[in-house]
């Protein structure tokens, strides 16, 4: 049996008892179209190129494996900061723990409620993105989320937001399975924060379209975590206009498996996008970054920044694309990703890509692994800093390159303050 015919068998298994939620026409005709193209290409196998490194197998089976929930005595994410917080728990939307979703600049909807209008701007942009992103890679579970994402938001900004908005996802039920589904739409010269944070569910299965303007900018701060035994696939989808910002990090701690996949398409002149990570696990951890960034305007500007902490048996997985199509003249792109491992046992796969159609570009990518380095130790320890502490500083210094992709101050020191954290725990 052919690896197609394999993928499309277990597919139908997995949707043998799905429908697709209901909703209103655009919306529905939207999730249909995704549902066929998920029979059409199949669910991710082993085999194929993209997941060769990472198994899909628990993210695409019937029922989502038990999770743990994980109780923490931390300060809750962002608390320290003047956010409008939107809850999730378990994939469902909890308006008594979430503020009002009204602010200056700024409408936000539930995925539901906007779906039920004949007339509604999402309907340009639902699944948009990510039928877009599925060209040259498919990327069936987000084509699965589409279809059957059954909660999310739609946020319309029309101009500069002060507040951040924060996604908050919370994890109760040690069997929850979510698919959550948000659009985000910049118009021209606006400017939003979007913070995102928790473990969510047992099994989370997320899609965040971004349609960034014109001179618009869309600045994207995520933290994931700490339920161990969580597994999540995520997808990011961007479109970025004349001039525009686009900047996201991402900080994961724990985790038995985690793929982040990113998809960035530079549209209009002169845009710039960003996109980076930092991750530190130790025993069954699987964590994977996925990024495929497209330039197909002049004088744009990409970066990939990803930084990877592995011990005990942990694995870390980098796949990292710049496409540069003919007429993307005067192309800066720019790709790094590096891996710390604190022991023999660990791994770091790495598949860094360029493909450049122009003759006047500047791009450049690197992959480096490696362990703590013994002068530098040598040097802390000889100056009565105890080996583990100092391999900790030296561990927050290697993460450093990518927290500091982050441009508000306070957010940047409240990541690395998690990290300390883990790190400090972990020494314990």
Request: net charge negative; glycine share 8%.
């Amino acid at each position: 049996m052919g690896l197609l015919d394999v993928k499309q068998e277990a597919t139908a298994q997995r949707l043998a008892d799905v429908s697709v939620p209901e909703s209103g026409a655009w919306l529905s005709a939207a999730r249909k179209d995704a549902l066929a193209r998920v029979q059409t290409m199949g669910l991710p196998h082993a085999r194929d190129e993209y997941w060769k490194y990472t198994r899909p197998d628990t993210l695409t089976q019937a029922s989502a494996p038990d999770a743990a929930v994980f109780q923490s005595d931390e300060a809750p994410m962002y608390d320290t900061v003047d956010r409008l917080q939107i809850v999730f728990v378990d994939g469902v939307f909890d308006a008594e723990a979430s503020d009002d979703l009204s602010g200056e600049n700024l409408v936000i909807e539930r995925l539901a409620e906007a779906g039920a209008r004949d007339i509604h701007w999402a309907k340009e942009l639902y699944g948009t993105l990510e039928l877009a992103g599925q060209t040259p890679v498919e990327r069936p579970l987000a084509a699965l989320n589409t279809a059957l994402a059954t909660d999310g938001v739609v946020i319309h900004v029309t101009g500069e937001v002060s507040c951040p908005v924060n996604l908050s996802y919370r994890h109760k039920a040690t069997n929850s399975d979510a698919i959550l589904h948000h659009v985000v739409k910049l118009d021209s010269g606006a400017k939003l924060t979007l913070l995102e944070n928790g473990p969510a569910a047992a099994r989370f299965n997320k899609v965040l379209e971004v349609d960034v303007a014109d001179g618009a900018e869309f600045h994207h701060v995520r933290a994931q975590g700490r339920d161990h035994e969580r597994r999540a696939v995520t997808h990011t989808f961007a479109r970025l206009g004349t001039e525009s910002v686009f900047k996201s990090f991402t900080l994961t701690v724990n985790g038995v498996l985690t793929r982040n996949e990113c998809v960035i398409e530079l549209t209009g002149d002169d845009a710039i996008a960003h996109v980076a990570g930092a991750c530190v696990g130790d025993g069954d951890f699987l964590h994977d970054d996925t990024v495929f960034v497209t330039h197909d305007a002049q004088r744009c500007e990409s970066r990939q920044v990803f930084k990877k902490v592995l011990r005990d048996g942990a694995t870390g997985v980098f796949q990292g694309k710049i496409l540069v199509q003919p007429d993307a003249q005067k192309t800066d792109g720019y790709q790094i990703s590096q891996s710390l491992l604190l022991d023999d046992d660990s791994q770091f796969l790495a598949k860094p890509e360029l493909e450049i159609y122009a003759d006047d570009v500047a791009c450049s990518h690197g992959s480096t692994t490696g362990a703590i380095d013994e002068e530098g130790l040598f040097y802390l320890r000889a100056r009565g800093v105890p080996k583990d502490i100092a391999t900790d500083l030296m561990t927050l210094a290697f993460l450093a390159e990518a927290v500091e992709e982050i441009e508000d101050e306070a957010l940047e020191a409240e990541m690395l303050n998690r990290l300390e954290g883990w790190l400090t725990r972990r020494r314990g």
